[in-house]
């Protein structure tokens, strides 16, 4: 068995659990950014550091992926090093998020 793959289902419980404790109390949600360190489409997470630490951002089936211009993006075209953004109450550890937008893409810079 695929060790990334034996940690899929612990990644997801965290956030599901971390997603029911944000529900039980006031939460003050705020926009966070972020610089994409990996993207693993196919386990639907994007790690980004944010400056204060690294968050993993698991995405909901149906999350909203677009880039700054406001055209949708895939998982699969963000690449080490682009900048994204996410509403969330917190910008450290498990976060579940339903929307991401992608604010500057290396491929464009270079």
Same mark, same amino acid.
């Given at each position: 068995?695929? !060790? !990334? =793959?034996? =940690?899929?289902?612990?990644?997801?419980?965290?956030?599901?659990? &971390?997603?029911? @404790?944000?529900? #039980? +109390?006031? *939460?003050?949600?705020? &926009? &966070? *950014?972020?610089?994409? %360190?990996?993207?693993?489409? $196919?386990?639907?997470?994007?790690?980004? #550091?944010? !400056? &204060? +630490?690294?968050?993993?951002?698991?995405?909901?089936? #149906?999350?909203?992926? =677009?880039? +700054?211009?406001?055209?949708?993006?895939?998982? $699969? #075209?963000?690449?080490? !090093?682009?900048?994204? $953004?996410?509403?969330?109450?917190?910008?450290? +550890?498990? %976060?579940?998020? @339903? $929307? %991401?937008?992608?604010?500057?893409?290396?491929?464009?810079?270079?």
């Amino acid at each position: 068995m695929n !060790g !990334g =793959r034996a =940690r899929v289902p612990l990644i997801l419980a965290l956030a599901v659990l &971390r997603r029911s @404790e944000a529900d #039980d +109390g006031a *939460t003050h949600a705020r &926009r &966070r *950014t972020g610089y994409v %360190v990996s993207a693993t489409p $196919e386990d639907g997470a994007l790690l980004v #550091d944010t !400056g &204060r +630490g690294f968050t993993l951002l698991v995405l909901v089936s #149906d999350t909203v992926m =677009r880039g +700054g211009d406001g055209v949708a993006v895939g998982l $699969e #075209d963000l690449t080490a !090093g682009d900048v994204v $953004e996410w509403l969330a109450d917190r910008d450290h +550890g498990i %976060v579940v998020v @339903e $929307e %991401v937008t992608r604010l500057k893409s290396l491929a464009t810079v270079a």
